[in-house]
Structures are given as structure tokens and as C-alpha cells.
Nanobody
Framework: QVQLVESGGGLVQAGGSLRLSCAASGLTFSTYAMGWFRQAPGKGREFVATITRGGAGTNYADSVKGRFTISRDNAENTVYLQMNNLKVEDTADYYC???????????????WGQGTQVTVSS
């Protein structure tokens, strides 16, 4: 079965950096677009970033543009989210997802990881 496993979450001070990883198995990784989503306490899940199959195209939510970078290593079946200049409002559970196209809507991703917690303190 398809498995997506996030790692790299934790506690970080505002202004700091963190890199999340998502390791995929059970699929031909290079044929899937990948996305990162997050869910803050008391809020719904929201789009963060997407990357195309080959990694040439990326898309970001306005709230993270210029601070976060999505990338992928198809040889390692892994997608990353480099998070710089973190803010308290970035505190959330972060999820990676795999789908047929790089969409911003969570309903278009059939495969999801279990999530990793990111807490940003002031």
C-alpha cells in the first residue's frame, strides 16, 4: 500500500528554521505531484505548497511565499519543506500528500501522511 511518512517537526523559536521530510513508498514517486498542507489548532486544513512531478514547477500559499521552499529528490522518493523565518502562526500539524496533479485542494490528493507537529514559540 501507499505510505507517506513525515518527519522533522518539533519546537522552534520564532525566526528560526526547520526542514520537514516526507518519505514515500508503494508508488512510482516520480509520476506524482506532491503537496504540503497544514492544520492549525481550531482551523481547517489549508494548502501550503505544491511541486510538479519533475520538480520544475512550484506553488505556494501567500502566507508562506518567500519563507518556505518545497523540493523533491526522486531518487530518494522524498519531498521536503524548508521553512525559514518561522512565525507563531505557522504552528500546525503539517501533512504531505501525493496526487495526479499539483492542486491546491486537498480533495484532489488521494494519498496522505500521518502528519508532523510544528510548534513555533515567541
Amino acid at each position: 500500500q501507499v505510505q507517506l511518512v513525515e518527519s522533522g517537526g518539533g519546537l522552534v523559536q520564532a525566526g528560526g528554521s526547520l526542514r520537514l521530510s516526507c518519505a514515500a513508498s508503494g508508488l512510482t514517486f516520480s509520476t506524482y505531484a506532491m503537496g504540503w498542507f497544514r492544520q492549525a489548532p481550531g482551523k481547517g486544513r489549508e494548502f501550503v505548497a505544491t511541486i510538479t512531478r519533475g520538480g520544475a514547477g512550484t506553488n505556494y500559499a501567500d502566507s508562506v511565499k518567500g519563507r518556505f521552499t518545497i523540493s523533491r529528490d526522486n531518487a530518494e522518493n522524498t519531498v521536503y519543506l524548508q521553512m525559514n523565518n518561522l512565525k507563531v502562526e505557522d504552528t500546525a500539524d503539517y501533512y504531505c500528500a501525493a496526487g495526479s496533479l499539483p492542486a491546491t485542494a486537498e480533495r484532489l490528493y488521494p494519498y496522505w501522511g500521518q502528519g508532523t507537529q510544528v510548534t513555533v514559540s515567541s
